[in-house]
């Protein structure tokens, strides 16, 4: 049984656990709702008690929403997150905190960081393993754009080599990431340092044109304005990275002798286990320090999992909250119609019919409540991720998947057992009494 | 195992013996030692307010627990059965008018006329909606479909009647039925329902204040303080 469901596909899993999940419900219904039909006296009460029902509707939506959101929130941004390390399989930065560099470096955070030398970065380079190594510079920006030198070897990486427009060919032509509020052609003049703390016109005589933009990654690097890294250094007035004889060149190879340094270099390597050994290589105490960008955020998430580990108790319990006060709603509710209830009970309606129509009065508005909260869940975890994408740069993505849907046929089926007590609740009362209120 | 009488005698003889219901606190609501009816014969109970009249009938319905003694409907003692068999004699048996009407506000006249349509057999669902339509054309309701809160006090009644005729069934119990009519409607009710029940069969007990309505009733009783005081013909003062 167990290698059957191994060999079933994710979808077909997924296919299944939604029907096992919303199995109860329909079980429940088939079995209360034969051969009844009981649906203009349900829609009669629902109509008659519209207050009441709106209210508790709303409380459903409610909780359903918030449940919902947050769970394709969290799975969105982890996602999103995580996605954004894809194209960094090896960085080399100075020894120091790993998350430190990953957001200077993947998440363009401006963090002080301290430069690796070039004869590390020419070493790495000249290495066998390696199919690219790209050194970064950091430190300039224009508008909210961070400015970022680098490699054209980097920028292909980055981009698949889908690059709108041309790729530099001088160090004062730019490519812009697809969200920087420039145009191809345009013509701008990098300010000294990052955004509010920029100094406007200290690098006046370097305008720079944009010839190219890169198509969105889902990334901060979207943001960003990517120039050639030598016209950082010579910016700064620092050396190009090339020997004087070589002044014009644009990348590698790199001299160590006239190379300014580094913050990071992001590397590339033949295979993906020789990524391991460059990662051994390059772990020099004191000097430079390699890692998996992927890998240390594993690792945050680890650490997330236990949050959420303990964070799904809470919600457990709060679900459990709710699924009471729901009970408790629903047991209010029906005693509006207990007159309503004992007039069938004492017309000689079978007890299957009056605890059908009690049943399907809670599994209407319920449904009703769920259905509109995950339309809203939908919703809000649409907008709160689309501006939490303005905010960082990286694309998140929330749109409800199979665990959201599993959530909703759960809290489905749930109800659906729990809508039997009011049920019961209703033939505790005497048809007398009932008749007499 | 009680004896349980088959759906199809129409008109049954009643008889309680021992009959009493008690209150809360222990007090006698209700005290009948011995009261029969021939089947197809209509009864008028009658009395001052608080003498147990309603709870009378509704203990001839089944509708109240731990009564006392024995009302046989036929040879079905309806005290012997559980709640469960008592509603399913119910709805085999007996017809129920109340006085407060006890209809569903949000639907029409017909669907509350024929509001056992919802939980009947698929196959009996057409004939009885066919039913309660004649009937309530008969009563004179212009409108079947109007919902019944747009409807006069006197509709209403109307459509509870033809609830509870729709049926056929074998016993009718009717709780002030002309209460909130105006003399000459409660007299036209009445002669549709003496028509009604003597046509069918039927047995008849009603509850009433209604002078109108008791002189037309083969028997009646009145009730003071739960006990039977009088049991004749009723005579108009």
Redo the contacts between chains.
């Keep these: 049984m167990i290698t059957f469901w191994d060999n079933l596909s994710a979808l077909s899993q997924d296919f299944v656990l939604a029907l096992f999940l919303i199995l109860p419900t329909l079980c429940i219904g088939a079995s209360v709702i034969r051969g009844y039909a009981l649906w203009p006296l349900v829609s009669a009460i629902i109509w008659r008690f519209r207050g009441p029902n709106i209210t508790f509707i709303l409380l459903i939506t409610l909780s359903v929403a918030l449940s919902l959101s947050i769970s394709a929130l969290e799975s969105g941004l982890r996602k999103g997150i995580a996605k954004s390390t894809d194209k960094f399989d090896l960085l080399v930065t100075a020894p120091g905190s790993e998350t430190k560099m990953i957001l200077a470096t993947v998440y363009l955070e401006p963090i002080d960081i301290p430069l690796l030398s070039g004869e590390i970065f020419t070493e790495i380079e000249a290495h066998e393993k390696v199919v690219m190594a790209a050194p970064l510079a950091f430190g300039d920006s224009y508008g909210i754009s961070p400015i970022v030198g680098t490699t054209a070897d980097f920028l292909t990486h980055l981009s698949d080599g889908k690059i709108k427009g041309r790729m530099w060919q001088t160090s004062m032509e730019a490519v812009i990431g697809t969200l920087a509020p420039l145009e191809i052609g345009e013509k701008f003049v990098p300010s000294h340092g990052i955004s509010f703390s920029s100094q406007n016109g200290a690098h006046a005589d370097y305008a720079m044109q944009v010839v190219g933009r890169l198509p969105p990654t889902g990334t901060p690097w979207d943001q960003a304005i990517l120039v050639p890294i030598e016209a950082v250094w010579e910016v700064h007035g620092l050396a190009n990275g090339h020997a004087p004889n070589r002044l014009d060149q644009l990348g590698s190879p790199f001299d160590a002798e006239y190379f300014p340094g580094t913050p990071a270099i992001i590397i590339k390597a033949h295979e993906l286990w020789s990524n391991y050994a460059l990662r051994s290589e390059f772990t020099r105490s004191g000097t430079s320090m390699a890692f998996f960008p992927a890998s240390v955020l594993s690792n945050v998430f680890k650490i997330m999992a236990n949050i959420r580990k303990a964070m799904s108790v809470m919600s457990v319990l709060t679900q459990a909250i709710t699924a009471c006060s729901v009970l408790m709603s629903l047991i209010i509710i029906s005693r509006l119609f207990q007159r309503q209830m004992s007039v069938l009970r004492a017309l000689g309606a079978p007890t299957r019919f009056v605890f059908a129509v009690l049943w399907s009065y809670c599994m209407s508005l319920l449904t009703i409540g769920a259905l509109i909260g995950a339309f809203c869940g939908a919703a809000t975890a649409a907008i709160v991720s689309h501006f939490v994408s303005l905010q960082t740069g990286i694309l998140i993505l929330a749109p409800f998947g199979w665990g959201e849907m599993h959530y909703f046929l759960s809290f489905i089926s749930i109800m659906a057992l729990l809508s039997l007590l009011p049920a019961f609740a209703v033939f505790q009362n005497s048809i007398v009494e009932g008749l007499r209120n | 195992m009680p004896h349980i009488t088959k759906p199809s005698d129409i008109g049954l003889h009643m008889t309680m013996i021992d009959c009493v219901v008690r209150g809360d606190n222990g007090r006698v609501l209700l005290s009948v030692p011995k009261l029969q009816i021939d089947k197809g014969t209509s009864l008028g109970i009658y009395g001052p307010s608080g003498a147990g009249k309603t709870t009378m009938l ?1 203990c001839i ?1 089944g ?3 731990n009564v006392e003694g024995s009302i046989y409907w036929g040879e079905t003692d309806l005290l012997q059965l559980k709640a ?1 068999d008592r ?6 048996h ?1 017809g ?1 008018i ?1 006085q407060d009407f ?1 209809l ?4 029409g006249a017909l ?1 509350n006329a024929s ?5 009947v ?2 196959a009996k ?1 057409a004939n009885l909606k066919k039913h309660a339509k004649v009937i309530l054309e008969h009563l004179g309701l212009d409108d079947v479909n109007a919902p019944v809160n747009r409807l006069s006090g006197g509709e209403r009644q109307r459509v509870a009647v033809a ?1 509870a005729l729709a049926q056929e069934k074998s016993i009718l119990l009717a709780d002030e039925p002309t209460a909130s009519l105006n003399r000459e409607m409660a007299d036209s009710l009445t002669d549709d329902l003496i028509r009604y029940v003597k046509a069918e069969g039927q047995t008849l007990i009603t509850v009433s204040h209604d002078i109108n309505l008791l002189s037309r009733m083969d028997r009646t009783v009145e009730l003071k303080g739960g006990m039977i005081t009088n049991s004749t013909k009723f005579k108009t003062p």
């Design positions: 509704y319905a509708l109240i627990d469960k509603t399913h004699y119910r709805s085999d007996i129920m109340f006890h569903f506000d949000e639907l669907t509001l056992s349509a919802m939980y057999s698929q669902r609830r």
